[in-house]
């Protein structure tokens, strides 16, 4: 049984966090993203979880750490200046192995920027921002359902993998209003424990160690430092930091595949346009109205870690497309991965690109 | 329990230099915690960066060793999601009042129910010897090479001043007074700050010819002075000797707190 609703995005993605067990939200306000904060503020005491407006962003990814490491599922959104004010912290989740969603509603950067215009500019302030080598996960919803349910995902992605997992929205998802299929309930893939008398640190068959959550007695030491396997800080041996971090990397690059999720039209295509997102929309509605075979579309749900694999399915592709709110950011890590020539539709300001600037730009490549 | 029985001994030898303050004030906390009659896994420490922050490093309980300054706010997440944990923050006066103050005074208003405790040896100490907020006039530290000139933080009087429950400032040389204060403060609902002045022969001592441990512990001896006594001379208007400074409860109240278990 679903139940139908119209709603706006934050409040779906709020809904979604809510329906996947998220019973923590330290926050800070910032436009786009408050009418999150808003709700959770709503609804979480009603609910037995907790609400708390913290003093900045700093703050509010700390206390979401903190929270975790009691074993609750717990979220923070913002969108570009609070995201940067939480790099520090965020680098410190992935260090320390932490489960927690940050959802990132981009506005127009760089600074204070453009405070209600779309933007998808922090792409790779998301995957690189934090310093060091390190890996991440984060889905892009292209739409109000989408917030909802990549937001729940975001949470199963976040516990599975204990890693920080990113809900990368844009102003656009994050303030349009449709109906949307609001499930009764949603898949919850829970955290595993640690067993007992194994180490909180050690790789375990999958490189992901079981969570030993505060206040079960395993007296865990959880360090930003470089640390062993039983989470003791050893900073200066290269052995320790390279086995660690390429672990760390390796837990979320190696299951690549398994954490992808993506929609693949007209396989065949000699023109494939790679989106994410609100242009998403744009490619859609370019697609039903060119139809022909010879323009295919990768939708990417996951952008983090960057499906390279997907763009092969393509096999006759003369030209990728990648229609972004930016100047090119994940057109550049699609033509990482690729010998065939990919070209950014590049749209910063805050408007949507039209579906006919993409028809267009599609038929001048057949 | 004995309170050496919280110590997690497979991680001895520790860092701190011969002669440091922080040994004495984890000794002082642990002794504390251990009269509460709590169980470890009932109780976890939380730091931020520092020397004084890698004390939750040496102790058998969960812990957290945080980012520099935001021991306070992953603290407060911790104990808002599990008010029935007890949850101890370590800190130095750089960690809490330079990058941490914002969260500091926050803590304090929120009035969330935590007990900190500072290590204010005047100085940072991990990264060599600057000065930090709570150096005093004139001191020479490696970022203050002709004597700090910018009037320090009084951590106490601020905390009291932004809300905490519970306030008291002692020193390393004061061991049975800061144990006594920081149960008050385990036993406080509320935010509670214990602020320790220790000795840090390292960082601060050498350059201020305070070059032995001991001297700064006599010298923290003849200059601490009891609050009633501090606030007698201020009724009297008698000026304070110089470098001296008030050792005591600043306040005990019972003003509504959050994360206190129902
Ligand atoms: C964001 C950030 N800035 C700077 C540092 C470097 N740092 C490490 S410890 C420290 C000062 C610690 O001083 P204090 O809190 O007084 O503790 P102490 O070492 O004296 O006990 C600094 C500045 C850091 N780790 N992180
Ligand atoms: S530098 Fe100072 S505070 Fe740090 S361990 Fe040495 S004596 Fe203690």
Known sequence: MTRLEFMQGNTACAEGAIAAGCRFYGGYPITPSTEIAEHMARKMPKIGGVFVQMEDELASIASVIGASWTGARAMTATSGPGFSLMMENIGYAVMTETPCVIVDVQRGGPSTGQPTRASQGDMMQCRFGSHGDMSIIAVSPASVQEMYELTAKAFNLADRYRVPAFVMADEIIAHMRERIEVPDSVEIVPRRPLEKGTLPFAPGEDDVPGFPAFGHGYGVHVTGLTHDDRGYPSSTDPRVHERLVRRLVGKVEGANREIADYEVTNPDAEVVFISYGAPSRSVAQAIRDLDDERVGHLRLKVVWPFPDFALAAFKSARVFLVPELNLGQMAREAARHTAVPVVPVSEIGGELHTPQRLIAMAEGYL | ?262
């Not at chain 2, 509460?36 to 420490?45: K, L, Q």
């Not at chain 2, 002709?146 to 061991?175: I, K, M, Q």
């Open chain 2, 1 to 262: 329990m004995n309170y050496q029985d919280w110590l997690r001994a497979d991680r001895l030898p520790h860092i701190y230099c011969a002669g440091c303050g922080n040994g004495t004030v984890i000794n002082c906390t642990l002794n504390a915690v251990n009269q509460m009659g709590w169980a470890p896994e009932d109780t976890v420490f939380v730091s931020g960066i520092g020397c004084s922050s890698r004390a939750p490093g040496y102790i058998i309980t969960d812990s957290l060793h945080t980012t520099h300054g935001r021991a306070i706010p992953f603290a407060t997440g911790v104990k808002l999601s599990r008010p029935d944990l007890h949850v101890v923050v370590f800190t130095g006066d750089g960690d809490l009042a330079a990058i941490g103050g914002n969260h500091f005074i926050h803590g304090c208003r929120r009035n969330i129910d935590l007990t900190v405790v500072c290590m204010n040896n005047y100085i940072y100490g991990m990264t060599g010897g600057q000065g930090s907020p709570c150096t005093p006039l004139g001191a020479v530290t490696t970022t203050t090479p002709y004597g700090c000139h910018e009037p320090p933080f009084d951590l106490a009087s601020l905390a009291v001043a932004a809300g905490a429950n519970y306030v008291s400032r002692w020193t390393s040389y004061h061991v049975q007074e800061l144990t006594r204060a920081v149960k008050t403060g385990l036993e406080t609902p509320g935010f509670s700050l214990i602020e320790a002045v220790v000795q840090c022969p390292t960082g601060y001592g050498r350059k201020n010819k305070l070059r032995e441990a001991q001297d700064m512990i006599v010298w923290m001896r003849d200059h601490a002075v009891l609050l009633k006594k501090w606030r007698r001379m201020d009724d009297e208007g008698t000026p304070h000797p110089a470098g001296t400074f008030p050792v005591g409860e600043f306040v005990r109240r019972n003003l509504p707190a959050a994360g206190v278990p129902k």
